[in-house]
């Protein structure tokens, strides 16, 4: 199980890595008579796979229909790319069907992970360097200034999380660049990720204060901020890891929500979030059920990596949208 | 006990006070304000016209301060969005949001805590299955549940896709108004509840093979305790204190929930009227929304605190003291 969770992990962490080199067009591009068009089917036959090309018979409709008598080869490892269809031949190759303006679900869906998977482990890094620092500082001082960041970071804790991300949002102007809403979003999940990670950390440095190894370091001259990042901080090390593996889908999920209610990025910009509001259209839905791509690409993550925590005995807690 | 009760008390009055205040000044911080609504052609005396109507001329402080003075009188002023008092229409909200929560953690408690009572105590076919299917929950987060079930519904026509009535049910029989509302229910507080419901399961099937580890266990097998008996009235109530623990962080994870559940299912509760508050920059209304917030979370971390207290004596004195 633990197996199956890293590999799936690795497989998606992959994809997204090399996405340029994996997707068999560009992300942006509108093919403009393919709207809402289905996925191609491969066929194999003689002289390797192949598709047929697609031809829009009805826009109104949305219909379309495979031109069985042509044959249109994938083409393999050319500009650039693992496999294409080269237009001219009778491509483009789509394989989770195109979306509103004609543009490849796949290439986008793998695109969008680039940003939603680095945004969430940036975040996932950020809250959990702030809440080692805070709770190894509240742990090691003990006393007063323990009991102010104690009380503060269990106050952050009730918040529900998400209220706090979107009046956060919120507050910023409604559009702003993308670059500038993956700096905001990344501070924002970090600033609401660190009390769990703090709490932990606190708990864990008050204990190892007290042991010997730790009056060592101070007698062998060892000043208080060296004692506690290089003797007291790595003994939490391995809480660390736990609390990266809750807080990685708990962003993925966040930047999904803010995204899906038009509180993320920008519509242009594909992330799994912004992919997801083409979802919401129910009847859209029904007709093109591959708009559910980006929701499957979620689900595939939080499973892989809920199966690497499960294994380890503890029970997953999904307790935030 | 009594002082228990003042603290928790003492808890709820900051939280609530804190929270509306924050998001007070949040979004008087944001640019624009409800003047943004009169259009660009609004004159200079019109805007300042308007401003002075809301308070919105004076400094923060003087703003907060005037709200504070007449929050505790219940009067939370007026929206802008609506043009009615806050009162009535968070109010309102406020009642569907926790006649869908009440509804979701029923559902999550009577699917959740007999499925890990099951698993945690057998081992076979029927428990793997049950630990695979909650794994699989526990990965689907509310929002894409939503999403799929509204999906589900627009194929099969089930349920209705949305909303919590479906015509402006105003003249019909209030027998029938119920009807029409429990009609609408079970999508959305299944999307709130399957997630909730696994997380309890996966909690409650641990705790109980803990439980059943126990020598006092053994001594009870000894005295020819039979099997029936065994779990439900020696292993469970020792097991179902992580359940009661969790209680009143479910709680907060339902208000946080169903903001996205009632984004997707259009149903007309607190999270959506707080989503377009602050869209609008209405910011009375965004105050009134965040101090019912944290009313509910108060009441929430208060149930779970006696719902421990009931299953742990242990807890019931470190309440008391």
Same mark, same amino acid.
């Given at each position: 199980?633990?197996?199956?969770?890293? !590999?799936?992990?690795?497989?998606?962490?992959?994809?997204?890595?090399?996405?340029? =080199?994996? !997707?068999?067009?560009?992300?942006?591009?509108?093919?403009?008579?393919?709207?809402?068009?289905?996925?191609?089917?491969?066929?194999?036959?003689?002289?390797?796979?192949?598709?047929?090309? @697609?031809?829009?018979?009805?826009?109104?409709?949305?219909?379309?229909?495979?031109?069985?008598?042509?044959?249109?080869?994938? @083409? =393999?490892?050319?500009?650039?790319?693992?496999?294409?269809?080269?237009?001219?031949?009778?491509?483009?190759?789509?394989?989770?069907?195109?979306?509103?303006?004609?543009?490849?679900?796949?290439?986008? +869906?793998?695109?969008?992970?680039?940003?939603?998977?680095?945004?969430?482990?940036?975040?996932?890094?950020?809250?959990?360097?702030?809440?080692?620092?805070?709770?190894?500082?509240?742990?090691?001082?003990?006393?007063?200034?323990?009991?102010?960041?104690?009380?503060?970071?269990?106050?952050?804790?009730?918040?529900?999380?998400?209220?706090?991300?979107?009046?956060?949002?919120?507050?910023?102007?409604?559009?702003?660049?993308?670059?500038?809403?993956?700096?905001?979003?990344?501070?924002?999940?970090?600033?609401?990720? =660190?009390?769990?990670?703090?709490?932990?950390?606190?708990?864990?440095?008050?204990?190892?204060?007290?042991?010997?190894?730790?009056? !060592?370091?101070?007698?062998?001259?060892?000043?208080?901020?060296?004692?506690?990042?290089?003797?007291?901080?790595?003994?939490?090390?391995?809480? +660390?890891?736990?609390?990266?593996?809750?807080? +990685?889908?708990?962003?993925?999920?966040?930047?999904?929500?803010?995204?899906?209610?038009?509180?993320?990025?920008?519509?242009?910009?594909?992330?799994?979030?912004?992919?997801? @509001?083409?979802?919401?259209?129910?009847?859209?839905?029904?007709?093109?059920?591959?708009?559910?791509?980006?929701?499957?690409?979620?689900?595939?993550?939080?499973?892989?990596?809920?199966?690497?925590?499960?294994?380890?005995?503890?029970?997953?807690?999904?307790?935030?949208? | 006990?009594?002082?228990?009760?003042?603290?928790?008390?003492?808890?709820?009055?900051?939280?609530?006070?804190?929270?509306?205040?924050?998001?007070?000044?949040?979004?008087?911080?944001?640019?624009?304000?409800?003047?943004?609504?009169?259009?660009?052609?609004?004159?200079?005396?019109? &805007?300042?016209?308007?401003?002075?109507?809301?308070?919105?001329?004076?400094?923060?402080?003087?703003?907060?301060?005037?709200?504070?003075? /007449?929050?505790?009188?219940?009067?939370?002023?007026?929206?802008?969005?609506?043009? /009615?008092?806050? /009162?009535?229409?968070?109010?309102?909200?406020?009642?569907?949001?926790?006649?869908?929560?009440?509804?979701?953690?029923?559902?999550?408690?009577?699917?959740?805590?007999?499925?890990?009572?099951?698993?945690?105590?057998?081992?076979?076919?029927?428990?793997?299955?049950?630990?695979?299917?909650?794994?699989?929950? &526990?990965?689907?987060?509310?929002?894409?549940?939503?999403?799929?079930?509204?999906?589900?519904?627009?194929?099969?026509?089930?349920?209705?896709?949305?909303?919590?009535?479906?015509?402006?049910?105003?003249?019909?029989?209030?027998?029938?108004?119920?009807?029409?509302?429990?009609?609408?229910?079970?999508?959305?507080?299944?999307?709130?509840?399957?997630? &909730?419901?696994?997380?309890?399961?996966?909690?409650?099937?641990?705790?109980?093979?803990?439980?059943?580890?126990?020598?006092?266990?053994?001594?009870?097998?000894? /005295?020819?305790?039979?099997?029936?008996?065994?779990?439900?009235?020696?292993?469970?109530?020792?097991?179902?204190?992580? &359940?009661?623990?969790?209680?009143?962080?479910?709680?907060?994870?339902?208000?946080?929930?169903?903001?996205?559940?009632?984004?997707?299912?259009?149903?007309?509760?607190?999270?959506?009227?707080?989503?377009?508050?602050?869209?609008?920059?209405?910011?009375?209304?965004?105050?009134?929304?965040?101090?019912?917030?944290?009313?509910?979370?108060?009441?929430?971390?208060?149930?779970?605190?006696?719902?421990?207290?009931?299953?742990?004596?242990?807890?019931?004195?470190?309440?008391?003291?």
């Amino acid at each position: 199980m633990r197996r199956a969770g890293l !590999a799936l992990f690795a497989l998606v962490v992959a994809v997204a890595v090399g996405a340029p =080199w994996l !997707a068999p067009n560009d992300p942006e591009r509108a093919f403009s008579n393919l709207l809402y068009a289905p996925p191609t089917p491969v066929h194999a036959g003689a002289g390797g796979l192949y598709i047929h090309p @697609q031809r829009l018979v009805s826009r109104l409709e949305r219909r379309f229909e495979q031109d069985t008598a042509r044959r249109a080869p994938l @083409q =393999w490892l050319t500009n650039g790319r693992l496999v294409s269809v080269d237009e001219s031949q009778g491509g483009p190759l789509l394989v989770l069907g195109a979306d509103v303006f004609g543009r490849d679900t796949f290439s986008r +869906l793998i695109f969008g992970a680039r940003t939603s998977l680095a945004l969430a482990v940036l975040a996932t890094a950020g809250a959990l360097i702030l809440g080692a620092l805070v709770g190894g500082v509240a742990g090691y001082a003990g006393g007063r200034v323990d009991e102010l960041l104690s009380r503060f970071s269990e106050f952050v804790l009730v918040l529900p999380a998400i209220y706090v991300a979107l009046a956060l949002r919120a507050v910023m102007p409604l559009v702003l660049p993308a670059e500038t809403v993956f700096v905001a979003l990344t501070v924002i999940f970090a600033l609401l990720g =660190w009390p769990i990670v703090a709490r932990g950390v606190r708990a864990i440095v008050a204990s190892e204060r007290d042991r010997d190894y730790a009056a !060592a370091a101070l007698a062998a001259g060892a000043g208080p901020v060296r004692t506690l990042v290089l003797h007291l901080l790595p003994a939490a090390w391995s809480y +660390l890891t736990v609390q990266a593996t809750l807080l +990685l889908p708990a962003f993925i999920l966040a930047e999904a929500t803010l995204s899906y209610v038009g509180l993320g990025f920008p519509d242009t910009v594909p992330t799994w979030g912004t992919m997801l @509001q083409d979802a919401a259209n129910v009847s859209l839905v029904a007709e093109a059920p591959w708009m559910l791509a980006p929701a499957a690409a979620i689900f595939i993550f939080v499973l892989a990596v809920n199966l690497t925590v499960q294994s380890t005995g503890r029970a997953p807690v999904q307790l935030e949208p | 006990m009594i002082r228990f009760l003042a603290r928790r008390l003492l808890f709820a009055l900051v939280l609530v006070v804190a929270v509306s205040s924050a998001a007070l000044f949040l979004t008087r911080l944001a640019p624009g304000d409800v003047t943004s609504q009169l259009g660009p052609f609004a004159s200079p005396q019109e &805007i300042a016209r308007v401003r002075a109507q809301y308070g919105l001329d004076r400094p923060a402080a003087g703003q907060w301060a005037a709200w504070v003075g /007449r929050a505790v009188r219940f009067e939370f002023g007026d929206s802008f969005l609506y043009n /009615r008092p806050v /009162r009535g229409l968070v109010g309102r909200a406020a009642a569907n949001t926790a006649v869908l929560a009440v509804v979701a953690l029923t559902l999550a408690t009577l699917i959740g805590i007999p499925l890990g009572v099951f698993t945690g105590s057998r081992s076979g076919v029927a428990a793997t299955l049950v630990r695979a299917a909650s794994l699989v929950c &526990i990965s689907i987060p509310p929002l894409l549940t939503s999403l799929l079930l509204v999906f589900v519904a627009s194929r099969t026509r089930w349920f209705p896709t949305g909303g919590m009535t479906s015509v402006q049910a105003l003249d019909v029989q209030w027998s029938a108004w119920i009807a029409d509302v429990a009609a609408h229910l079970p999508l959305p507080a299944l999307a709130l509840a399957l997630p &909730i419901a696994a997380t309890f399961e996966r909690l409650q099937a641990q705790s109980m093979s803990d439980a059943l580890h126990q020598p006092f266990l053994l001594a009870a097998i000894a /005295r020819g305790v039979s099997a029936r008996d065994l779990i439900v009235r020696h292993a469970w109530p020792v097991s179902v204190r992580p &359940i009661c623990a969790v209680y009143g962080i479910a709680i907060g994870a339902l208000l946080s929930g169903s903001f996205v559940v009632e984004y997707v299912t259009a149903w007309p509760g607190l999270g959506r009227l707080m989503f377009e508050a602050l869209r609008a920059r209405d910011i009375y209304l965004v105050a009134g929304c965040a101090a019912t917030g944290g009313l509910f979370l108060a009441f929430g971390s208060l149930v779970g605190d006696l719902l421990l207290a009931a299953a742990d004596p242990r807890a019931r004195e470190a309440q008391a003291a």
